[in-house]
T-cell receptor, first 113, second 112 residues
Framework: KAGVTQTPRYLIKTRGQQVTLSCSPI?????VSWYQQTPGQGLQFLFE???????NKGNFPGRFSGRQFSNSRSEMNVSTLELGDSALYLC????????????FGSGTRLTVV | DQQVKQNSPSLSVQEGRISILNCDYT??????FLWYKKYPAEGPTFLIS?????DKNEDGRFTVFLNKSAKHLSLHIVPSQPGDSAVYFC???????????FGTGTRLKVLA
């Protein structure tokens, strides 16, 4: 069973640009969640999508957005990049049947210069 | 407002001894807790979970204890092995939210 696939693995962007990250969940998983990991902050919840609908949202500015497609693949977009957006962005999928944790991808390392 | 706290950023333990990683939470609605392990350049991997109806869950060398009155959980690794060296995150969730709040992680180093 293939795991959660995130592309690209590494990305370098300049301030003010926008970026799109992609996540393919485990086959059959309909829930995709996104997290931002920065040193000292742990994993900060961005949002969760289930059946193409955003079900949960964390405390991030509107520059962070996402969407989910009918095949459960998800994309996350960050517009007007700031230096502080440099982080590891992790995607996690779940069958969302309750009492089950996530399976994480390896993440996309975004560096904003 | 950090609802899930891991107050020890790092921990060093000798191989073969017990590792105890601690986690505190503030939200009394949390009723499901997980531990994840993360190696560099990889995503976190699920380790063990516990629901609030239990106070202990064991899986091989890993045991998680939950003290609901203290809003505290701990992960015990016995015996610790060098391959256990990683960052450990605890996470908590409230029923039906499907949103996990993670702690900031504890870096465990097991010395050979």
């Amino acid at each position: 069973k293939a795991g959660v696939t995130q592309t690209p693995r590494y990305l370098i962007k300049t301030r003010g640009q926008q970026v799109t990250l992609s996540c393919s969940p485990i086959s059959g998983h309909r829930s995709v969640s996104w997290y931002q990991q920065t040193p000292g902050q742990g994993l900060q919840f961005l949002f969760e999508y289930f059946s193409e609908t955003q079900r949960n949202k964390g405390n991030f500015p509107g520059r962070f957005s996402g969407r989910q497609f009918s095949n459960s693949r998800s994309e996350m977009n960050v517009s007007t990049l700031e230096l502080g957006d440099s982080a590891l962005y992790l995607c996690a999928s779940s069958p969302r049947t309750g009492g089950v944790g996530y399976t994480f991808g390896s993440g996309t390392r975004l560096t904003v210069v | 407002d950090q609802q899930v706290k891991q107050n020890s950023p790092s921990l060093s333990v000798q191989e073969g001894r017990i590792s105890i990683l601690n986690c505190d939470y503030t939200n009394s609605m949390f009723d499901y807790f997980l531990w994840y392990k993360k190696y560099p350049a990889e995503g976190p991997t699920f380790l063990i979970s516990i629901s609030s109806i239990k106070d202990k869950n064991e899986d091989g060398r890993f045991t998680v204890f939950l003290n609901k009155s203290a809003k505290h959980l701990s992960l015990h690794i016995v015996p610790s092995q060098p391959g256990d060296s990683a960052v450990y995150f605890c996470a908590a969730s409230a029923s039906g939210t499907y949103k996990y709040i993670f702690g900031t992680g504890t870096r465990l180093k097991v010395l050979a």
